[in-house]
């Protein structure tokens, strides 16, 4: 079975902190994905990433970044957390033989303050 | 760009009644879809993918899909729902970007099961 593992299920930060989420995935895949999930909202894209060292904009990349210096992990940096920033994060990876399923993690679940 | 439509914020349903919740899409070329289902406190499952051919698909735990192409829906449906099947659904679209492709979610149907 993939797994997909995030390092905390819940988090909880102070306003102008740095804060690192990060995510492994155990098959090797190519493609990692984070996004944000808000009552109402639904599941909006962050950043994504294709392959070690490449990353590319989402929907929402707005003070967030991104790092992939190894295929099993992506990691998400909030620069200088804000208030607004507070949701749950699900990390999710792909492989790239066809057109495969995309797996995600169980999420964290981030409170700023 | 692609988007997708769930009308249908909260459903209600007793158990052992059947189900069907809508998703609608907009993207210009054939698309890939996805039912996902979310249990609380956890990640998303896939239920189900359509990419190609027999429009009717059938996925995990009893639950299956039609493709429509002539009304953009591709409705999720259950014969007989049970307790366990409370959770958030969610819909998504994949552009044709081939194995890269990109997933646009719906904002999801909470499902309630009263006993």
């Known amino acids: 079975d993939v797994k997909v593992t995030q390092s905390s299920r819940y988090l909880v930060k102070r306003t102008g902190e740095k804060v690192f989420l990060e995510c492994v995935q155990d098959m090797d895949h190519e493609n990692m994905f984070w996004y944000r999930q808000d009552p109402g909202l639904g599941l909006r894209l962050i950043y994504f990433?294709?392959?070690?060292?490449?990353?590319e904009k989402g929907d929402i990349p707005e003070g967030y970044s991104v790092s992939r210096e190894k295929k099993e992990r992506f990691s998400l940096i909030l620069e200088s957390a804000s208030t607004n920033q507070t949701s749950m994060y699900l990390c999710?990876?792909?492989?790239?033989?066809?057109?495969?399923?995309?797996?995600f993690g169980p999420g964290t679940r981030l409170l700023v303050l | 760009a692609q988007s997708v439509t769930q009308p249908d914020i909260h459903i209600t349903v007793s158990e052992g009644a059947s189900l069907e919740l809508r998703c609608n899409y907009s993207?210009?070329?054939?698309?890939?879809l996805f039912w996902y289902v979310q249990s609380p406190g956890q990640g998303l499952q896939l239920l189900l993918k359509y990419f190609s051919g027999d429009t009717l698909v059938q996925g995990i735990k009893g639950f299956e899909a039609e493709f429509k192409r002539s009304q953009s829906s591709f409705n999720l449906r259950k014969p007989s729902v049970h307790w366990s099947d409370a959770a958030e659904y969610f819909c998504?679209?994949?552009?044709?970007?081939?194995?890269?492709?990109?997933?646009?979610f719906g904002k999801g149907t909470l499902l309630t099961v009263n006993p």
């Open positions: 999710a990876s792909r492989g790239t033989q066809g057109l495969e399923t995309q797996y």
């Open positions: 998504a679209v994949g552009d044709s970007g081939g194995s890269n492709y990109k997933l646009t």
């Open positions: 990433s294709y392959d070690v060292k490449m990353k």
């Open positions: 993207y210009g070329a054939t698309p890939y």
